[in-house]
């Protein structure tokens, strides 16, 4: 079994925050396979059903950020889970827009939900850190992540949430190496095609 938690804040307010990636992504994993309706659970909203032969638990904390581990913890105890069995999806404003990194344990890195997770249930569980860029300047970045995705971001930002969801069999699986590829490659542009060889080379 594992728990698969995505990050953010409740309410409509904050639906479509830089902060609340991790929502986004686990409702779009959620949808593309098929788990349960979302009810009331362990403090958040939980999904539950099968992706690659695999029992997931989603669930997306209702305790506001700062809290996330109060959430995390309760469900993990619940279920009977070792910290290696959650998987935590959220932002990361220390890289690119649309970039991904994938690791096990690790610090906080100044994210709010991460070091409430960790005062929980320690550091051993998998991070899924989903770039939405940085404001430039550390006194800009609370308002830059409790701000709306920009029309222009929808350009990357549609295109990975699908690749997370299609390709999170490979990582409810423990192929992070594979799903974090994957999900890259997802968002490369298309390379230009070569024209013929005889059409390069001027020949009829």
């Known amino acids: 079994m594992r728990l698969l938690v ?10 479509y925050n830089r902060h609340n990636i991790g929502f986004l992504a686990l409702d779009d994993i959620a949808e593309r396979h098929g788990l349960s309706p979302w009810r009331k659970r362990f403090q958040g909203e939980t999904a ?5 032969g695999e029992r997931i638990v989603a ?16 469900a993990m105890r619940y279920l009977k889970l070792a910290p290696a069995d959650v998987i935590v999806i ?10 991904i990194r994938v690791k096990r344990a690790g610090g906080a890195g100044g994210h709010n939900g991460i070091r409430s997770i960790d005062q929980h249930i320690g550091t051993d569980y998998w991070r899924v850190r989903l770039g939405v860029g940085h404001p430039g300047l550390k006194h800009l970045v609370h308002s830059h992540v409790l701000s709306n995705f920009t029309d222009e971001e929808e350009a ?3 295109p990975l949430l699908e690749a ?20 890259a490659q997802a968002l490369q542009p298309p390379k230009p095609e070569k ?7 001027g020949k009829d």
């Not at 539950?48 to 690659?52: K, L, P, T, Y």
Request: glycine letters at 12%; charged letters at 25%.
């Open 59 to 74: 669930l997306k904390p209702l305790t506001f950020m700062n809290e996330s581990g109060r959430a995390v913890g309760e």
């Open 156 to 158: 990357w930002l549609d």
């Open 164 to 183: 997370v969801a299609k390709e999170a069999p490979l990582m409810v699986k423990d192929d992070m190496a594979g799903f974090m590829s994957r999900v």
């Open 48 to 52: 539950e059903g099968s992706i690659a």
């Open 6 to 15: 995505g990050l953010g804040n409740p309410g409509p307010r904050y639906a």
């Open 90 to 99: 959220y932002d990361e404003i220390d890289l690119a827009p649309g970039k």
């Open 195 to 201: 024209p013929p060889r005889a059409a390069a080379e």
